[in-house]
């Protein structure tokens, strides 16, 4: 359901605006929602993205050397894994 909503913003802005959108070809409406949108949904990510107790707990947990090479032993595991 779309509802109506009255904004205040400075002229200039709305001219800016107008002129990006029609650009753009989407209505101000539409590149303000899909705005609104990406912002709020951004905020929710970063909820969910919190590290758990749990987690947190196992952190520090493997002492690995400085020169450790990820990237190297994982392609090995994966190569003797596929054999």
């Known amino acids: 359901m779309d509802t109506k909503l ?31 949108d990406s912002i709020t949904k951004q905020k929710d990510k970063e909820k969910n993205n ?4 749990l987690v947190e707990s196992l952190s520090g947990v493997m002492d690995l050397p400085s020169d450790f090479d990820y990237k190297k032993e994982y392609r090995e595991y994966i190569e003797e894994k596929y054999k």
């Open 6 to 36: 009255t904004l205040r913003l400075n002229d200039s802005v709305i001219e800016r605006a107008k002129i990006y959108a029609r650009n753009h070809k989407i209505s101000l409406s539409k590149m303000i929602e899909s705005y609104l």
């Open 50 to 53: 919190t590290i758990t107790p």
